[in-house]
């Protein structure tokens, strides 16, 4: 991830798991971001499928109909 500004934010975590993961080293701050930055990104996909269903499935039914429209020149 590049460097950007960075912003304070309080969470609230479960004391058992902060007091694990300071056993362990492991960057807190590091570690929330991670996860949230894995939330968001899955999140923004399970969007664009749901807003892209219809294209994708007109398209799904158009390969099954037709075919891929290049597959005479594919090599494998």
């Known amino acids: ?9 309080n969470l609230s ?5 902060v007091s694990r993961a300071r ?3 492991i960057n807190i701050s590091r570690a929330a971001e991670d996860g ?3 939330a968001v990104k899955a999140e923004r ?4 499928r749901l807003e ?8 799904n039914e158009y390969v099954e109909k037709h075919g891929l429209p290049l597959a005479k ?3 494998f």
């Open 1 to 9: 991830m590049p460097q950007s500004l960075r912003k304070p934010a």
């Open 13 to 17: 975590l479960d004391s058992d798991l």
């Open 23 to 25: 056993d362990l080293k």
């Open 36 to 38: 949230i930055a894995a």
């Open 45 to 48: 996909e399970r969007l664009w």
């Open 52 to 59: 892209n269903a219809e294209a994708i499935r007109l398209e």
């Open 73 to 75: 020149y594919r090599q």
